[in-house]
């Protein structure tokens, strides 16, 4: 049962585009969503996270988006730069306090110069 | 920024032998910390929370007795996996929360890459 997907497994965007990266969840209880990057053989780095309270949070090249009544989040990078080629992972949690991570299948996103 | 780091980054290990994967937390103390398993191009499964000082506790379908965890302090957790087999190979990663109780965001380790031959 996977609580946290993103359906397109890979991403190929033009560099100085932007990239729009999609998550959907199922689980109604989760109330805070993270965006990690990771790159082959290396840990999951954290990028931006947001609570259910809001709909956007941004962070320098880096927007999030949440539409709780669609269960979706979108990770939006702008401008895309050749070293944001890495696999994206969006994560969702459940209740204050609790730290367990549900997370999704991952999107490859590819920035081509 | 919180660091996490994991030892061995790679393990070969023969079939039947038991292999030991330590994560730390560098500068900051964690009660809890996380352990993962990654197959390729699959996504991050949990596979228990380690607490320092007590049990951990086990995501269902994972034996706790094959995947020995101790959290022996505030800045140590091993994962031991006993008695290794091929299907074991995977990339396993430990994480930390700086913020216990909060909403801090994990921060991960750089992952182990087991090969049982």
């Known amino acids: 049962d996977q609580q946290v997907k993103q359906n397109s497994p890979s991403l190929s965007v033009q560099e100085g585009r932007i990239s729009i990266l999609n998550c959907d969840y199922t689980?109604?209880?989760?109330?805070?969503f993270l965006w990690y990057k990771k790159y082959p053989a290396e840990g999951p780095t954290f990028l931006i996270s947001?609570?259910?309270?809001?709909d956007k949070n941004e962070d320098g090249r880096f927007t999030v988006f949440l539409n709780k009544s669609a269960k979706h989040l979108s990770l939006h990078i702008v401008p895309s730069q050749p070293g944001d080629s890495a696999v994206y992972f969006c994560?969702?949690?459940?209740?204050?306090?609790?730290?367990?991570?549900?997370f999704g299948t991952g999107t490859r996103l590819t920035i081509i110069p | 920024g919180a660091v996490v780091s994991q030892h061995p980054s790679w393990v070969i290990c023969k079939s039947g032998t038991s292999v030991k994967i330590e994560c730390r937390s560098l500068?900051?103390?964690?009660?809890?910390m996380f352990w993962y398993r990654q197959f390729p191009k699959q996504s991050l499964m949990l596979m228990a929370t380690?607490?320092?000082?007590?049990?951990?506790?086990?995501e269902q379908g994972v034996e706790k007795d094959k995947f020995l965890i101790n959290h022996a302090s505030l800045t140590l957790s091993t994962l031991t996996v006993t008695s290794a087999h091929p299907e074991d190979s995977s990339f396993y990663i430990c994480?930390?929360?700086?913020?216990?109780?909060?909403?801090?965001?994990?921060?991960f380790g750089n992952g182990t890459r087991l090969t049982v031959t």
């Open positions: 994480s930390a929360v700086t913020l216990s109780g909060g909403r801090g965001p994990l921060h």
């Open positions: 689980n109604s209880m989760f109330d805070y």
């Open positions: 947001i609570s259910s309270i809001k």
């Open positions: 994560a969702a949690s459940a209740g204050f306090g609790n730290e367990k991570l549900t």
């Open positions: 500068d900051f103390q964690a009660t809890t």
């Open positions: 380690s607490n320092e000082g007590s049990k951990a506790t086990y």
